[in-house]
């Protein structure tokens, strides 16, 4: 994915024009932010992503013991937190919240892409870790529930493993899709559409995310994940990314030009 180098204004209209610079999205890092700055928007982004996730869960524990509106409202949660957590930090860091999204990129990155060095993926994973534990924690304090008390919620199906491979495919091929056609404005609204929607249709609820996986193992509550069952989710994770950025490879292949070289 791409970022957009912003466009300096003449000097005479320097005080006068507004920045109308395209912003960059998820996936696209910022130039010339710092990396401290990066660091700090995936760890606080992450955060808040996985309070949502835990706390409206709790929320809706406590609310009805109706399953199907304890899911409504923790999708519904999420879908509306995410897209504004992406609106707010996408401009900063790119908004990955996912290392899985860090990793597609740094690949597509050092096969000649746009994206982050391996210096920023060995920065933004860990923030995303220590920010999807501290999330959860953070939930937990919310509710005054046990502050870290490891999930009993196995999550180990054979059928549960491919929703999480189906989701976290069609989340990348989602968020290169949106960058290979130049709609990375549109992924506010995109992503946490997807996300919301990809809590119904998959076996697995969706958690698409090696970091928010790792943070929900800390908590025993409705969108906890028992800690056994952490490895074979990012396991599958994995292999979804890497199964989403062979989709966009095919999908939105790039033409030629008759010199034989890639059109722009």
């Known amino acids: 994915m791409t970022a957009t180098e912003p466009v300096a204004a003449p000097e005479a209209e320097s005080d006068i024009v507004a920045d109308t610079s395209p912003q960059p999205a998820p996936g696209a890092t910022p130039p010339r932010t ?17 309070a949502i996730v835990v706390g409206s869960g709790i929320q809706a524990t406590e609310l009805t013991d109706d399953v199907a509106l304890q899911l409504l409202a923790n999708s519904t949660a999420t879908v509306f937190g995410l897209g504004v957590l992406i609106a707010l930090l996408g401009p900063v860091s790119g908004a990955h919240f996912n290392p ?13 892409g746009a994206g982050v060095n391996a210096r920023e993926l060995a920065v933004y994973v860990p923030s995303q870790i220590v920010g999807a534990i501290a999330g959860a924690i953070l939930a937990d304090a919310m509710f005054g529930e ?34 290979r056609t130049d709609r990375l404005r549109f992924a506010p609204v995109a992503v946490a559409s997807y996300i919301g929607a990809a809590y119904w249709f998959t076996s697995s609820t969706s958690f698409a995310n090696p970091a928010v996986t790792i943070g929900r193992a800390f908590t025993d509550t409705f969108a906890g994940i028992a800690p056994a069952s952490v490895p074979g989710f990012i396991a599958m994770q994995l292999i979804g990314a890497a199964v989403g950025l062979a989709l966009v490879a095919v999908i939105f292949m790039r033409g030629k030009t008759g010199s034989g070289t890639p059109a722009a």
Do not use: C, M, Y
């Open 34 to 50: 710092p990396l401290i700055a990066r660091a700090a928007a995936e760890l606080v982004g992450t955060a808040a992503l996985v």
């Open 146 to 179: 046990p502050l870290v008390k490891w999930s009993q919620h196995d999550r180990s199906v054979g059928n549960l493993l491919l929703g999480e491979v189906v989701a976290t495919a069609g989340l990348i091929l989602l968020i290169f899709g949106l960058a």
């Open 100 to 112: 899985a999204v860090t990793l597609a990129e740094w690949w597509t990155a050092r096969r000649g």
